[in-house]
């Protein structure tokens, strides 16, 4: 059987520092390989993703990527868009525009730009909200409890390409303070099965000069049944259903996530009202672990 060999790369996101974000392979020059073949790779590495490099099909696009969990193929997730961008430039290519990425990907056209502190941001893709009915609020509220959830930001599914229902508690002790085991972890299962949402995004306010604004934590409650170390496209959601809410603490703020499993996911996120529909820009550091070859 022959074979070719291709660049790798495997990339820890949300984080300047190796081992504290959330991990990602990047598989370059992917085309020929087949959807099946792809998702083999994917549950191969049995990383939260694998992206696949692939040249663009729309002009206006530096590169495409395909993006699989161990289980499913997604069209969009945030810290495979942040990684799979950091890799390509880390490899040595020349953005079309200086200081611009145009990624392609399964929801169409996402862009990148560089931020001031070197970092990278990504535009949070458009969402659809949707909140929870009374009887879907009063189920989770018997599941997480009355009260710790705050309700004066009300849960709601928000899918930007990957759908999370967002819920907010009181402060970041309770968020971290959660545990959904045994029948907590499946009322919870039934509701997000409901809502069509792939988990659940739990967030909480830290005190005034905390390590940041938010702490946030993910829950995979479907295929998948593991906390998420830091999910960009739950960040980006966050950041959607909190304008939406008018409940942004700023022009910019900055989230926590993956503390409950030993990680420091570092998350940016700031509005450019400039622009039509007050776009989010979903940003954070990203640092190369392993560079080196892959044979397909």
């Given at each position: 059987?022959?074979?070719?060999?291709?660049?790798?790369?495997?990339?820890?996101?949300?984080t300047p520092?190796?081992?504290k974000?959330?991990?990602?392979?990047?598989?370059?020059?992917?085309?020929g390989?087949?959807?099946?073949?792809?998702?083999?790779?994917?549950?191969?590495?049995?990383?939260?993703?694998?992206?696949?490099?692939?040249?663009?099909?729309?002009?206006?696009?530096?590169?495409?990527?395909?993006?699989?969990?161990?289980?499913?193929?997604?069209?969009?997730?945030?810290?495979?868009?942040?990684?799979?961008?950091?890799?390509?430039l880390?490899?040595?290519?020349?953005?079309?525009?200086?200081?611009?990425?145009?990624?392609?990907?399964?929801?169409?056209?996402v862009?990148?730009?560089?931020?001031?502190?070197?970092?990278?941001?990504f535009?949070?893709?458009?969402?659809?909200?949707?909140?929870l009915t009374g009887?879907?609020?009063?189920?989770?509220?018997?599941?997480?409890?009355?009260?710790?959830?705050?309700f004066s930001?009300?849960?709601?599914?928000?899918?930007n390409?990957?759908?999370?229902?967002?819920?907010?508690?009181?402060?970041?002790a309770?968020?971290?303070?959660?545990?959904?085991q045994?029948?907590?972890r499946?009322s919870?299962q039934?509701?997000v099965?409901?809502?069509?949402?792939?988990?659940?995004?739990v967030?909480?306010?830290?005190?005034?000069?905390?390590?940041a604004?938010?702490e946030?934590?993910?829950?995979?409650?479907?295929?998948?049944?593991?906390?998420?170390?830091?999910?960009?496209?739950?960040?980006a959601?966050?950041a959607t259903?909190?304008?939406?809410?008018?409940?942004?603490?700023?022009?910019?703020?900055?989230?926590?996530?993956?503390?409950?499993?030993?990680?420091?996911?570092?998350?940016?996120i700031?509005?450019?009202?400039?622009?039509s529909?007050?776009?989010?820009?979903?940003?954070?550091?990203?640092?190369?672990?392993?560079?080196?070859?892959f044979?397909?």
């Amino acid at each position: 059987m022959s074979s070719r060999t291709v660049q790798f790369k495997q990339v820890d996101v949300f984080t300047p520092v190796p081992f504290k974000g959330n991990p990602l392979a990047v598989i370059f020059d992917a085309e020929g390989l087949s959807t099946e073949r792809m998702q083999e790779i994917a549950r191969w590495t049995n990383l939260s993703e694998t992206a696949f490099l692939l040249p663009p099909t729309d002009s206006r696009a530096d590169y495409r990527v395909r993006i699989f969990t161990t289980a499913v193929e997604l069209p969009f997730a945030g810290h495979p868009t942040l990684g799979s961008a950091h890799a390509l430039l880390d490899s040595g290519y020349t953005p079309k525009t200086a200081g611009r990425l145009v990624q392609e990907c399964g929801v169409g056209l996402v862009a990148l730009a560089e931020q001031i502190n070197g970092e990278w941001a990504f535009a949070a893709p458009p969402a659809t909200i949707v909140p929870l009915t009374g009887a879907q609020n009063d189920r989770l509220a018997a599941t997480l409890g009355a009260a710790v959830i705050d309700f004066s930001a009300p849960p709601a599914a928000v899918n930007n390409g990957a759908p999370w229902l967002v819920v907010r508690v009181q402060d970041a002790a309770q968020c971290l303070a959660l545990s959904l085991q045994g029948p907590a972890r499946e009322s919870l299962q039934t509701l997000v099965a409901e809502v069509g949402t792939h988990g659940i995004a739990v967030y909480g306010p830290h005190e005034p000069g905390g390590p940041a604004t938010f702490e946030l934590r993910v829950i995979l409650l479907g295929a998948e049944n593991i906390e998420d170390p830091v999910t960009g496209s739950a960040n980006a959601a966050l950041a959607t259903l909190l304008t939406a809410q008018d409940k942004r603490p700023g022009t910019s703020f900055t989230v926590r996530q993956g503390t409950a499993l030993d990680r420091d996911g570092r998350v940016s996120i700031a509005y450019d009202d400039e622009t039509s529909g007050a776009r989010a820009w979903i940003g954070g550091a990203s640092v190369t672990v392993i560079d080196g070859t892959f044979r397909l």
